[in-house]
């Protein structure tokens, strides 16, 4: 390989060659939302006691567009580490997320399933003034005189045999 250098200025590219330009990427995702809008999914709904098939538009998803362009995903965030494609690819990213976010604010799609793949979560911090709430550092006991332990005990063996 030195002398290969040496002779031609540059080294040899050694692997597979890449299925995609960035341009090729581009024009397959272009495809993919093309095929997604012109095939929904049927969802089975009842009517009068009879079953109807009813088309639903099918929702983006990187996972689709990976089947669809014949890559996995694990070859899709190749090409997203390569600077050539970043810009393509974040924009696709972004095209998925907004297809699914819309798609979930006015019902389209399951909100509770498009929350879980974006990533999505609704958190509470609670505090109370302002501090986190701690557990207690010393354990807490109670000591009951034998009269009260007594009762206690008949109240459990009543519970038990009703």
């Known amino acids: 390989m030195k002398n290969e250098i040496k002779r031609t200025g540059t080294a040899r590219k050694v692997g597979r060659p890449r299925a995609y330009t960035p341009e090729a990427l581009e024009a397959k995702f272009e495809e ?9 999914v049927y969802i089975n709904k ?44 974040t924009c696709v990213r972004e095209a998925i997320e907004a297809d699914q976010l819309e798609g979930a604010l006015c019902g389209q ?30 354990p807490i006991s109670v000591v009951l005189d034998p009269e009260a332990a007594k009762i206690i005990q008949s109240i459990g063996r009543r519970t038990v045999k009703e």
């Open 32 to 40: 993919y939302v093309e095929w997604v809008k012109a095939n929904p």
């Open 46 to 89: 009842v009517s009068a006691g009879e079953i109807i098939p009813v088309p639903t538009q099918r929702p983006l998803t990187l996972v689709g567009f990976c089947q669809f362009a014949k890559i996995s995903r694990q070859n899709f965030y190749e090409y997203e580490s390569r600077e050539e494609f970043s810009d393509i690819l």
């Open 109 to 138: 799609y399951d909100s509770g399933i498009v929350a879980r793949v974006l990533h999505l979560a609704d958190r509470q911090d609670v505090t109370t003034n302002g501090k986190e709430i701690t557990t207690a550092t010393q």
